[in-house]
């Protein structure tokens, strides 16, 4: 599963949120989200709880910098999503800001992210248990 034209397809939707049916560990008052891609920044995405304006979690393409990362969805994932086709569905991990210099990636807990229906949820790969705080390879284009 790799994101196809994730930017555009942001942009399209607009500042309509999308709904966490089941929230998110530890943003219990949040279930609604706006996604918005970081200006001048081709990796970072912003993601906004509409609930809770205090509230939201910087996101990386994985595919950009990790090309050999997948997610597969399961039946239930794929029902709650109501994913049709491939092309609805985006993926995204969050972003731990260590300091300026280092910054990591949850590999293990990937947001997915129903494009055209507007819903969204975090889910678990147990065999990436490992990858929770996967290190960013740091270059100039990869920095906040």
Known sequence: MKNVAVKEQVEKS?????VFKKGLP?????????LHQLEGNPFFYFLQSADEQEVGLI??????????????LNEAEKEELE???REDVFVFTTVTVLDR???????AAPIVININKYLARQI??????G???TPLPMHEKVNL
Do not use: H, Q, W
């Open 124 to 129: 678990i790969i147990p065999e990436r248990a």
């Open 59 to 72: 996101l990386l393409d994985p595919f950009l910098l990790f090309p050999d990362y997948s997610v597969e």
């Open 26 to 34: 530890g943003l219990d008052n949040s279930r609604r989200f706006t």
């Open 14 to 18: 607009g500042l309509r949120p999308v």
């Open 83 to 85: 994913v049709e086709k």
């Open 131 to 133: 990858e929770m705080r």
């Open 101 to 107: 210099k280092r910054m990591t990636t949850n590999l």
